[in-house]
């Protein structure tokens, strides 16, 4: 007979400590509260704090179970600094959530077209997106392996895994802004996929697990043209919402998924079923 409150336990985080990185961002914050949800604790990271005060003050959580660091990702120093302040904060790390990206502080240099793309802005991109990764799972796999293992779970993206449907960007837009999916961020995106494989493998040994969240689109900002044309494209006939990405993202932190490593799982809609 099946005992479902000892399959369910396994998807409890109690005592457990998540880093999260890119918390302040929608998924980010998505993150944070389904991992608070289940009782873990969480260090909540990014390089830009505004408004996660006031966020963070209207979550129902025991006292202690969330902190805020800031950090920039693509700066050695500075994340270990920031790892370092949270084993301090919480003893040790569990889990980490390597989720930090950017669209750059300029929206109109990061939509720019291929043929006139900066160089600068190309590196801005991938100095997160991939380098912010490499730094970050440097800087906590020992600590991992201090505590006998752990899980890392890192986001890609649909377009890491196939290129974009050019069409459905005519006249799309995002928070008023005429928009294209640059090559950086498929470029990027691929790169975590790859990257995800290669520690999957290197730190097996050590009980450190690390697997893949592949997210399609997912609804946040772009206008009713993008959303037709994007959902169009969807067997489901529609885009994510981000909490849809939660579940599995808590699965893959868990101890529900401890023979699960090196694996690229999407949450698309079936998109990547056509």
């Given at each position: 007979m099946v005992n479902t409150m000892k399959i369910l336990k396994k998807f409890c985080l109690d005592e457990k400590v998540a880093l999260v990185t890119g918390g302040s961002g929608l998924l980010g914050r998505k993150i944070c509260e389904g991992l608070l949800d289940v009782g873990a604790f969480v260090a909540l990271i990014d390089v830009n704090l505004n408004e996660i005060e006031e966020w963070s003050a209207q979550l129902d959580i025991k006292k202690g179970q969330l902190s805020i660091f800031e950090c920039d990702v693509s700066s050695d120093r500075s994340v270990k600094l920031c790892v370092d302040a949270v084993v301090k904060t919480f003893g040790h790390i569990d889990i980490l959530f390597n989720n930090a990206a950017t669209k750059t502080a300029n929206l109109h240099d990061f939509f720019e077209s291929f043929e006139k793309y900066s160089i600068d802005v190309w590196r801005q991109v991938m100095s997160v997106n991939i380098d912010g990764m490499f730094l970050m799972a440097q800087a906590v796999g020992p600590h991992m392996i201090k505590v006998g293992g752990g899980s890392i779970v890192q986001t890609s993206s649909i377009y890491?895994?196939?290129?974009?449907?050019?069409?459905?960007?005519?006249?799309?837009?995002?928070?008023?802004?005429?928009?294209?999916?640059?090559?950086?961020?498929?470029?990027?995106?691929?790169?975590?996929?790859?990257?995800?494989?290669?520690?999957?493998?290197?730190?097996?040994?050590?009980?450190?697990?690390?697997?893949?969240?592949?997210?399609?689109?997912?609804?946040?900002?772009?206008?009713?043209?993008?959303?037709?044309?994007?959902?169009?494209?969807?067997?489901?006939?529609?885009?994510?919402?981000?909490?849809?990405?939660?579940?599995?993202?808590?699965?893959?932190?868990?101890?529900?998924?401890?023979?699960?490593?090196?694996?690229?799982?999407?949450?698309?809609?079936?998109?990547?079923?056509?």
């Open positions: 890491g895994l196939s290129g974009p449907d050019n069409r459905i960007y005519k006249g799309s837009e995002y928070l008023g802004m005429e928009i294209n999916s640059p090559a950086v961020y498929s470029a990027s995106k691929a790169a975590v996929v790859g990257f995800t494989k290669w520690l999957a493998t290197y730190w097996a040994s050590k009980e450190i697990r690390v697997n893949c969240l592949v997210p399609g689109g997912v609804s946040s900002g772009q206008n009713s043209v993008f959303s037709k044309a994007y959902s169009d494209r969807i067997p489901m006939g529609r885009m994510a919402f981000p909490s849809e990405l939660i579940p599995l993202a808590i699965y893959l932190a868990s101890d529900a998924s401890t023979y699960v490593t090196g694996q690229v799982i999407s949450v698309d809609g079936g998109l990547s079923a056509w």
